[in-house]
Antibody
Framework: QLQLQESGPGLVKPSETLSLTCTVS??????????WGWIRQPPGKGLECIGN???????YYNPSLKSRVTISVDTSKNQFSLKLSSVTASDTAIYYC???????????WGQGTLVTVSS | EIVLTQSPGTLSLSPGERATLSCRAS???????LAWYQQKPGQAPRLLIY???SRATGIPDRFSGSGSGTDFTLSISRLEPEDFAVYYC?????????FGQGTKVEIK
């Protein structure tokens, strides 16, 4: 059974860089035909796709976040990561990592991790 | 960017009633790239429907999806107590995809 687990700081200061890692177990990132993605959800609000990475290198980012986002993969650790720079309070959210099938749908989600942007 | 608009924002129904949720896209989407999710408080979303009309593994047959082009529908034939939740549609016609704003199905 595939499992995904987010990890990283729960508190980030404004203007700094948010960094999260998703560790995948029960399956391999390397050689996968799936997309590995990040989705976020501000408290009490809806879901927003941040971006994803495919075939260990091709990335797709939400246009509204593109200038601040980097998603990368470390196949040796079976992990993928999110970096979001110059954060503000509006980046406070639950961040989920996920595996997206080629059709885009998400069977497997991480449990989510709350990241608060505050000084 | 493809914008998904869900309606209504809130649906107030009683257990046993039928729920019909709408998802409208700002441009035409190929059906394989439309999915529906259910989310309960404190939980990650759960996939219900993919490819516009295929039920995910373990999803009861009271859930059904339909539609094509720009108009898609999620139907719940008879609401069970555990079905009261927030529902999202998602498109993946253009990566990384987008979600609708959600429809909350609440107990009347």
């Amino acid at each position: 059974q595939l499992q995904l687990q987010e990890s990283g700081p729960g508190l980030v200061k404004p203007s700094e860089t948010l960094s999260l890692t998703c560790t995948v177990s029960g399956g391999s990132i390397s050689g996968s035909t799936h997309f590995w993605g990040w989705i976020r959800q501000p408290p009490g609000k809806g879901l927003e796709c941040i971006g994803n990475i495919y075939n260990s290198g091709t990335t797709y980012y939400n246009p509204s976040l593109k200038s601040r986002v980097t998603i990368s993969v470390d196949t040796s650790k079976n992990q993928f990561s999110l970096k979001l720079s110059s954060v503000t309070a509006s980046d406070t959210a639950i961040y989920y990592c996920a595996r997206q099938a080629p059709g885009g749908y998400i069977y497997y989600w991480g449990q989510g991790t709350l990241v608060t942007v505050s000084s | 960017e493809i914008v998904l608009t869900q309606s209504p924002g809130t649906l107030s129904l009683s257990p046993g009633e039928r729920a019909t949720l709408s998802c409208r896209a700002s441009q035409s989407i190929s059906s394989p790239f439309l999915a529906w999710y259910q989310q309960k408080p404190g939980q990650a979303p759960r996939l219900l429907i993919y490819g516009a009309s295929s039920r995910a593994t373990g999803i009861p047959d009271r859930f059904s999806g339909s539609g094509s082009g720009t108009d898609f529908t999620l139907s719940i034939s008879r609401l069970e107590p555990e079905d009261f939740a927030v529902y999202y549609c998602q498109q993946f016609a253009r990566s990384p995809g987008t979600f609708g704003q959600g429809t909350k199905v609440e107990i009347k």
